[in-house]
């Protein structure tokens, strides 16, 4: 029989950096790849969250002003 | 016997009194938007609105959330009243400790309910605003543990 | 299956690396005997080695009381209590042991092997072929630990087989003629059976079938097949084969990208026996083909913004519940796609809204469609004025097809052509619009700023203003029943609303034996024009108005942006926090609020009703109180109380406790809610949630969970538990009754089996017995 398992990265992806500093360290905002959404409103709570660990790729987006 | 919180009568005239002290609290960021509302109360519960001095302490909140309610309607199996309940679970660095061990940990916990009706936008938008008002509980909690922390722990 | 493969950390050598490594000796490795007495026999050209041997090579290292190396035919042959430590961790116990020297072909004799992932092999003689494969010849395998007193004793479970085959490079383990035995006792015979190497995580195959037997759906058994076509996609096709509806087919596809990863699911079924289900309106007995899609997808921009969506079609209401589709307790299937950004003080939605509402009271065409939804709220970074200025807006703009209007009176609801949907007989009395039919756009901005100044006697002084703005365009059809409500021309208005306004705080401290004391009186002053166009336009999203201890102090007690609190109003409360010295937390806020001058908006309602029945209408309100208790993480307390101001009478209770202790843990709340009869609540709601969970032994757990609506005396839901779980066995038994009538012809029992068995798989069993005869309605 099979097994099936979490998805994973595609091949040749890059290690995401989940950054959790210890308690003394500086924290530089680097945001954990988490998901910005909470489990409690992104509906299908028998998948699972879908964004775990991703790389969360650093370029500008055209709203970057708004925040 | 009681003295003001933050009077700054405090008993050793050289110490900072409790609002320095609050002040150089640095929030760590949050990740998502209830956080966020969490670290925006905490940081105007420390500095009152002035700019943040170089920070000596790091404070870190996790939080996890639910939903529950105990008055379901039997005919569309729907609660009508619901609570929004969010607990978190905070500990106070200095920053550059190496010991690992924390100025002062604990709890604290917000709890928002609001009517639910067959208007789902209705119940979205008010789920929000508990999602809010919850948070702003569990900020002042924080906020006075932590203060009468530092006013008794100089 | 559940891969839970917790590795042992052998001490000799990097576990991680030689797991996924495969073996690729390293072929210039030297031998390395170390022996209480080494004899050299040169003409038999062989070295042994006697008492406590030990021979490091490659990594691996083997002990045994002696061991003899015979360089002519390159053999190795080691007798009692041998122990082979390989590299990739596993761990050979055998009396005898007879392989090539560099590792690889061995024949071990009664041999008893733990893999790394705490799983092991027992047989009576074992081959080892180039590394990668072993042979076990009537081998025993089991993920239990074997009991350290007296090994002979049974496992829990093992799978006894005529030949085990262990294949490290393709990763699968094979056994022909195998027994699964429960504490030795064979319960059923597999000729031929496979299943991947316990440190596989993703593998193609059959997963575990889950069997179904229930009144509606009758005797099946679900498949699923797993296609795994990369580490970053797969499909999963799962038929499932019932007695009474025939087959249902389900596919769902994942695939995961550079930044982000989306999902696709349908599931489609031609029942057999429609009229299993309640006739329409209450369920779906005249459908025939059903079927249910369903896409999602979360995709990362950059380090502070995302975008997704998560779309549901469903070809009617109750598919997902008839089916015990995706997760259960659907009362509605949101659609959305957002665009989300958050940074530092900072956030922005953007976001698009369409709902099915799933219970038979639903009326499709009475809920909104809502796109585009905007909410940004920034903090500035710098002090404006020496105080923190926070701009937040908000951009709403929706359509609906039918009005929603709710009796709050039983003389006065109508039933909509015998469907379960009512509305008002009359609308100009007992009658709310919480739906307005029609169009309706708002924008709203807000600019909030506060100080907070401390005394010298420590008093606390925070003045606070804030400015607003709406513009609103509302379009209102001219259906049958708007006009009763507010004017169904099509009209563009702006609103405003600026305040100010003074929050005064004095926390007096006191540290004693008993811990430390805060007790804090907090008083609110609040200075505004009155509310402009109350009623005039839709109100969708601050319909809910819980006056509690969390809106007491709030500038604007709308839970919306519809609506905008005016007029002067004074909020006045007492708190008191007790921190004990051993970690306790009593948090207790006591309070009312006072209407001042002007216009009170919360006596003058809207369309939905907001505001009636709250306690905010009088010029004083209703006392709130809140009571927490957190001590110690294993007990906590959060009661909340709104009492009316003239005779204390509980308007509003919530009591919710958690407690663990020892084998106990237990939740519950009970919840109170006074007629709210302007509101359509004609009766009390009162009901009690509890969930309970009670460790009988180390690994036998009881469950007991209920929902139960003391106003009608009966419960709503219950469900019990029985549970084993152990380092490789989960067995647990839910037995869950469901008492409500939406969409069901009747009371529904169901019991779950779960069973899994760690490496080798687990099987779910679900059945739901309709036996109750006398529950029909």
């Given at each position: 029989c099979g097994?099936?398992?979490?998805?994973e990265?595609?091949?040749?992806?890059p290690?995401a950096?989940v950054?959790?500093?210890?308690p003394?360290?500086?924290?530089?905002?680097?945001?954990?790849s988490?998901?910005?959404?909470?489990?409690t409103?992104?509906g299908?709570?028998?998948q699972?969250?879908l964004?775990d660990?991703?790389?969360?790729p650093?370029?500008?987006?055209?709203?970057?002003?708004?925040l | 016997?009681?003295?003001?919180?933050?009077?700054?009568?405090s008993?050793?005239?050289?110490?900072?009194?409790v609002?320095?002290?609050l002040s150089?609290?640095e929030?760590q960021e949050a990740t998502n938007r209830?956080d966020?509302?969490i670290?925006?109360?905490l940081?105007f519960a420390?500095?009152?609105?002035?700019?943040?001095?170089?920070?000596?302490?790091r404070?870190?909140?996790?939080?996890?959330?639910?939903l529950?309610?105990a008055?379901v309607?039997?005919f569309?199996?729907?609660?009508?009243t619901?609570?929004?309940?969010?607990?978190?679970?905070?500990r106070?660095d200095r920053?550059g400790?190496?010991d690992g061990?924390?100025?002062?940990q604990?709890?604290?916990?917000?709890?928002a309910?609001?009517?639910?009706s067959?208007q789902?936008?209705?119940?979205i938008?008010a789920?929000?605003?508990?999602?809010d008002r919850?948070?702003?509980?569990?900020?002042q909690q924080i906020?006075?543990?932590?203060?009468?922390?530092l006013?008794?722990n100089p | 299956?559940d891969a839970a493969?917790?590795?042992?950390?052998?001490p000799?050598?990097d576990?991680a690396?030689?797991l996924?490594?495969?073996r690729?000796?390293?072929p210039?490795?030297?031998m390395?005997v170390?022996?209480?007495e080494?004899l050299?026999?040169?003409?038999?050209e062989?070295?042994?080695?006697?008492?406590?041997?030990v021979i490091?090579?490659?990594?691996?290292?083997?002990?045994?009381?002696?061991?003899?190396?015979?360089q002519?035919?390159g053999r190795?042959r080691a007798?009692?209590n041998?122990r082979?430590?390989?590299r990739d961790?596993n761990?050979?116990?055998?009396?005898?042991l007879?392989?090539?020297?560099?590792?690889?072909q061995g024949?071990?004799?009664?041999?008893?092997v733990?893999?790394?992932?705490?799983t092991?092999f027992a047989?009576?003689?074992?081959q080892r072929?180039d590394?990668?494969i072993?042979?076990?010849?009537?081998?025993v395998?089991?993920?239990?630990?074997?009991c350290?007193?007296n090994?002979?004793?049974?496992?829990?479970w093992?799978?006894?087989?005529?030949?085990?085959i262990?294949?490290?490079q393709?990763k699968?383990?094979?056994y022909?003629?195998?027994?699964?035995e429960f504490?030795?006792?064979?319960i059923a015979?597999?000729?031929?059976f496979?299943?991947p190497d316990p440190?596989?995580?993703r593998?193609s195959g059959l997963?575990v079938?889950?069997?179904?037997?229930?009144?509606?759906l009758g005797?099946?058994?679900?498949?699923?097949?797993?296609w795994?076509?990369?580490?970053?996609k797969d499909?999963?096709?799962?038929?499932t084969v019932?007695s009474?509806?025939?087959?249902?087919l389900?596919g769902?596809?994942?695939?995961r990208?550079?930044?982000?990863a989306?999902?696709?699911r349908a599931a489609?079924?031609?029942q057999?026996d429609s009229?299993?289900?309640?006739?329409?309106?209450f369920?779906?007995a005249?459908?025939?083909?059903?079927?249910?899609f369903?896409?999602?997808?979360?995709?990362?921009?950059?380090q502070?913004?995302?975008?997704?969506?998560?779309i549901?079609?469903?070809?009617?209401k109750?598919?997902?519940d008839?089916y015990?589709?995706?997760g259960s307790?659907?009362?509605?299937?949101?659609?959305?796609i957002y665009?989300t950004?958050?940074?530092?003080?900072?956030?922005?939605?953007?976001?698009?809204?369409?709902?099915?509402?799933l219970s038979s009271?639903?009326r499709?065409k009475?809920?909104?469609v809502?796109?585009?939804l905007?909410d940004?709220?920034?903090?500035?970074?710098?002090?404006?004025?020496?105080?923190?200025m926070?701009?937040s807006a908000?951009?709403?703009?929706?359509?609906?097809l039918?009005?929603?209007?709710?009796?709050t009176?039983?003389?006065?609801t109508?039933a909509?052509?015998s469907?379960?949907n009512?509305?008002c007989?009359s609308?100009?009395?007992?009658?709310?619009?919480?739906?307005?039919?029609?169009?309706?756009?708002?924008a709203?901005?807000d600019l909030?700023?506060?100080?907070q100044?401390?005394d010298?006697i420590?008093q606390?002084?925070t003045?606070?203003?804030?400015?607003r703005?709406?513009?609103?365009?509302?379009?209102?059809?001219?259906?049958?029943?708007?006009?009763?409500?507010?004017?169904?021309d099509?009209?563009?208005y702006t609103?405003?609303m600026?305040g100010a306004?003074?929050?005064?705080?004095?926390p007096?401290v006191?540290?004693?034996?008993?811990g430390?004391h805060?007790?804090?009186?907090?008083?609110?002053?609040i200075?505004?024009?009155?509310?402009?166009?109350?009623g005039?336009?839709p109100n969708e999203?601050?319909?809910?108005?819980?006056?509690?201890d969390?809106t007491?102090?709030?500038w604007?007690?709308?839970?919306?942006?519809?609506r905008?609190?005016?007029g002067?109003?004074a909020?006045i409360?007492l708190?008191?926090?007790?921190?004990?010295?051993a970690g306790?937390?009593?948090?207790v806020?006591?309070g009312?609020?006072y209407?001042?001058?002007?216009?009170n908006?919360?006596a003058?309602s809207?369309?939905?009703?907001?505001?009636?029945?709250?306690?905010?209408?009088?010029?004083t309100s209703d006392?709130?109180?809140?009571?927490?208790?957190?001590?110690?993480?294993?007990f906590?307390l959060?009661?909340?109380?709104?009492?009316?101001?003239?005779?204390?009478?509980a308007?509003?209770?919530?009591?919710?406790?958690?407690f663990?202790r020892?084998r106990?843990t237990?939740?519950l709340?009970?919840a109170?809610y006074?007629?709210r009869?302007?509101?359509g609540?004609?009766?009390?709601r009162?009901?009690?949630?509890t969930s309970n969970r009670?460790?009988?032994t180390?690994?036998?757990y009881?469950?007991a969970?209920?929902?139960y609506?003391?106003?009608?005396?009966?419960f709503s839901?219950t469900s019990?538990?029985l549970?084993?779980?152990d380092e490789?066995?989960?067995?647990e038994v839910?037995?869950a009754?469901?008492?409500?009538?939406?969409?069901n012809?009747e009371?529904?029992?169901?019991?779950?089996?779960k069973?899994?068995?760690?490496?080798?798989?687990d099987?779910?069993i679900?059945t739901s017995?309709?036996?109750?005869?006398d529950s029909?309605f």
């Amino acid at each position: 029989c099979g097994r099936k398992g979490p998805l994973e990265p595609p091949p040749g992806a890059p290690a995401a950096a989940v950054v959790t500093p210890a308690p003394g360290e500086d924290d530089d905002g680097i945001r954990p790849s988490a998901s910005l959404q909470r489990p409690t409103d992104s509906g299908a709570a028998d998948q699972g969250p879908l964004l775990d660990n991703v790389a969360r790729p650093d370029r500008p987006f055209l709203l970057d002003p708004l925040l | 016997c009681l003295r003001p919180l933050y009077g700054d009568t405090s008993p050793a005239p050289g110490n900072q009194n409790v609002r320095d002290r609050l002040s150089a609290i640095e929030v760590q960021e949050a990740t998502n938007r209830i956080d966020q509302q969490i670290r925006n109360d905490l940081i105007f519960a420390f500095t009152g609105g002035a700019a943040a001095p170089e920070p000596l302490y790091r404070l870190r909140v996790e939080t996890n959330d639910a939903l529950q309610s105990a008055v379901v309607d039997p005919f569309t199996s729907r609660p009508t009243t619901e609570t929004y309940a969010l607990d978190a679970t905070f500990r106070l660095d200095r920053i550059g400790s190496t010991d690992g061990k924390p100025v002062f940990q604990g709890r604290a916990f917000g709890r928002a309910s609001y009517d639910r009706s067959r208007q789902r936008f209705a119940t979205i938008r008010a789920r929000r605003d508990a999602e809010d008002r919850a948070a702003d509980v569990v900020a002042q909690q924080i906020t006075t543990q932590i203060a009468a922390h530092l006013a008794t722990n100089p | 299956v559940d891969a839970a493969a917790q590795a042992q950390q052998p001490p000799a050598n990097d576990l991680a690396s030689s797991l996924t490594a495969g073996r690729n000796d390293d072929p210039n490795a030297r031998m390395l005997v170390e022996a209480a007495e080494v004899l050299y026999d040169y003409d038999k050209e062989t070295v042994s080695a006697i008492g406590d041997a030990v021979i490091y090579y490659d990594g691996s290292v083997l002990q045994a009381d002696r061991v003899i190396y015979d360089q002519k035919n390159g053999r190795l042959r080691a007798t009692g209590n041998v122990r082979l430590l390989e590299r990739d961790g596993n761990v050979i116990h055998s009396e005898s042991l007879d392989m090539s020297d560099d590792f690889a072909q061995g024949f071990v004799q009664s041999l008893q092997v733990e893999t790394a992932a705490r799983t092991n092999f027992a047989a009576t003689s074992a081959q080892r072929k180039d590394g990668r494969i072993t042979v076990f010849e009537n081998g025993v395998y089991s993920a239990c630990a074997t009991c350290k007193d007296n090994p002979d004793r049974p496992p829990l479970w093992r799978v006894r087989a005529a030949r085990i085959i262990s294949d490290q490079q393709e990763k699968m383990v094979y056994y022909e003629d195998a027994r699964l035995e429960f504490f030795g006792v064979p319960i059923a015979y597999l000729p031929f059976f496979q299943h991947p190497d316990p440190t596989v995580k993703r593998k193609s195959g059959l997963l575990v079938p889950t069997y179904i037997a229930s009144s509606e759906l009758g005797f099946g058994v679900r498949v699923p097949y797993f296609w795994n076509i990369a580490p970053n996609k797969d499909l999963t096709i799962t038929p499932t084969v019932m007695s009474r509806q025939g087959l249902m087919l389900e596919g769902e596809w994942r695939h995961r990208l550079l930044n982000g990863a989306y999902t696709i699911r349908a599931a489609g079924v031609f029942q057999a026996d429609s009229d299993a289900f309640p006739a329409s309106p209450f369920g779906a007995a005249d459908e025939d083909a059903r079927g249910a899609f369903q896409t999602r997808g979360e995709f990362a921009i950059n380090q502070h913004w995302e975008w997704g969506w998560n779309i549901n079609l469903l070809s009617d209401k109750w598919v997902l519940d008839d089916y015990n589709l995706w997760g259960s307790g659907w009362n509605e299937a949101i659609s959305t796609i957002y665009l989300t950004g958050l940074e530092d003080r900072s956030y922005f939605d953007l976001r698009g809204y369409y709902f099915l509402g799933l219970s038979s009271d639903d009326r499709q065409k009475e809920l909104p469609v809502v796109f585009p939804l905007v909410d940004y709220n920034r903090v500035f970074d710098q002090p404006v004025l020496g105080g923190e200025m926070t701009f937040s807006a908000n951009f709403t703009s929706l359509r609906r097809l039918e009005g929603d209007f709710e009796p709050t009176s039983p003389g006065n609801t109508l039933a909509l052509n015998s469907t379960t949907n009512y509305t008002c007989n009359s609308f100009t009395v007992d009658c709310l619009a919480p739906g307005i039919a029609g169009n309706y756009t708002r924008a709203s901005a807000d600019l909030q700023w506060r100080k907070q100044i401390i005394d010298r006697i420590g008093q606390v002084w925070t003045p606070f203003a804030f400015v607003r703005g709406d513009m609103i365009w509302r379009d209102p059809s001219d259906t049958v029943g708007n006009a009763s409500f507010m004017s169904t021309d099509q009209e563009f208005y702006t609103r405003g609303m600026a305040g100010a306004g003074l929050e005064y705080r004095f926390p007096l401290v006191a540290a004693n034996a008993l811990g430390t004391h805060t007790v804090e009186p907090i008083a609110q002053f609040i200075a505004r024009p009155n509310e402009q166009h109350i009623g005039e336009a839709p109100n969708e999203d601050a319909q809910s108005l819980f006056f509690d201890d969390t809106t007491l102090f709030a500038w604007d007690k709308f839970s919306g942006w519809d609506r905008v609190e005016g007029g002067g109003r004074a909020n006045i409360g007492l708190q008191y926090t007790w921190q004990m010295p051993a970690g306790t937390m009593i948090n207790v806020l006591f309070g009312q609020s006072y209407h001042l001058f002007g216009l009170n908006s919360f006596a003058r309602s809207d369309a939905a009703g907001t505001g009636l029945d709250s306690g905010l209408e009088g010029d004083t309100s209703d006392y709130v109180a809140r009571f927490f208790v957190q001590a110690s993480p294993n007990f906590a307390l959060a009661s909340r109380f709104r009492l009316s101001e003239d005779d204390f009478n509980a308007e509003a209770t919530e009591i919710e406790g958690r407690f663990s202790r020892g084998r106990l843990t237990s939740s519950l709340m009970y919840a109170r809610y006074d007629e709210r009869p302007r509101l359509g609540f004609t009766d009390v709601r009162e009901g009690i949630l509890t969930s309970n969970r009670l460790n009988l032994t180390e690994n036998v757990y009881l469950r007991a969970g209920a929902l139960y609506d003391i106003e009608r005396d009966e419960f709503s839901n219950t469900s019990f538990g029985l549970g084993y779980l152990d380092e490789c066995f989960d067995l647990e038994v839910t037995y869950a009754t469901d008492y409500s009538r939406d969409g069901n012809k009747e009371r529904v029992h169901q019991m779950f089996v779960k069973l899994s068995l760690r490496t080798l798989g687990d099987a779910n069993i679900s059945t739901s017995i309709d036996t109750d005869s006398d529950s029909t309605f």
